[in-house]
């Protein structure tokens, strides 16, 4: 069975400017998670998705950060513009239902460096 | 706030030792804890999810505990292999309508041939 899948793995792009990232969930997986990961820090959930509804959104940066969970299976974050401050590892995650229940799984991330 | 600390955030013991990582958390509403294993470079890999209401889970040479009264889990690593060195990270899933998975910082652990 296929885990989360993320892309790109790795981008390096200058302030200012807007950057995606995709995920596709394990599949069958209902709930889909973003979270950012500091250096030496845990990650921090942005956003939550049950299916294509966006249940908690209160981490996520409004002003310049979006994310979108279209027929409730692939999702996609983005950034724009991007800032300094924003370089670290987003994190894809699904569960089956709701986490409380289930193991939640995790990709490989996408490492953002922005200069 | 819910607040999750790791101790020790670093550790290095030499090949075959049993070891023993601590994860405390300040709010014992929670659904459940669970242990992550990170490797350089990559993702989260889920080593063992204990419900609130369990007390220990056990997979291989790992048994992790729980003791929510007291706010604290304990990751045990039995006969400690140089392929056990990575990060290892608890997280605690809040209740409530957050359902919000709190990470603690990780203890970087190195094992040594």
């Known amino acids: 069975e296929a885990g989360v899948v993320q892309s790109p793995r790795y981008k390096i792009i200058e302030k200012k400017q807007p950057v995606a990232f995709w995920c596709n969930p394990i599949s069958g997986h209902n709930t889909l998670y973003w979270y950012r990961q500091n250096l030496g820090q845990g990650p921090e959930l942005l956003i939550r998705y049950e299916n294509e509804e966006a249940v908690d959104d209160s981490q996520l940066p409004k002003d310049r950060f979006s994310a979108e969970r279209l027929k409730g299976v692939d999702s996609t974050l983005k950034i724009q513009p991007a800032e300094l401050g924003d370089s670290a590892v987003y994190l894809c995650?699904?569960?089956?239902?709701?986490?409380?229940?289930?193991?939640?799984?995790f990709g490989e991330g996408s490492w953002l460096t922005v200069v | 706030k819910q607040e999750v600390t790791q101790i020790p955030a670093a550790l290095s013991v030499p090949e075959g030792e049993n070891l023993v990582l601590n994860c405390s958390f300040t709010?014992?509403?929670?659904?459940?804890l669970q242990w992550f294993r990170q490797d350089p470079g990559k993702g989260l890999t889920s080593l063992l999810l204990i419900q609130s209401s369990q007390r220990e889970q056990t997979s291989g040479r790992l048994n992790a505990s729980l003791d929510k009264s007291s706010g604290r889990s304990t990751l045990y690593i039995a006969a400690s292999q140089p392929g056990d060195s990575a990060t290892y990270l608890c997280?605690?899933?809040?209740?409530?309508?957050?359902?919000?998975?709190?990470f603690g910082k990780g203890t970087k652990l190195t094992v040594n041939p």
């Open positions: 997280a605690a899933l809040l209740q409530g309508g957050s359902e919000k998975l709190v």
């Open positions: 995650a699904s569960s089956l239902r709701r986490g409380f229940l289930n193991t939640i799984y």
């Open positions: 709010d014992s509403a929670i659904y459940n």
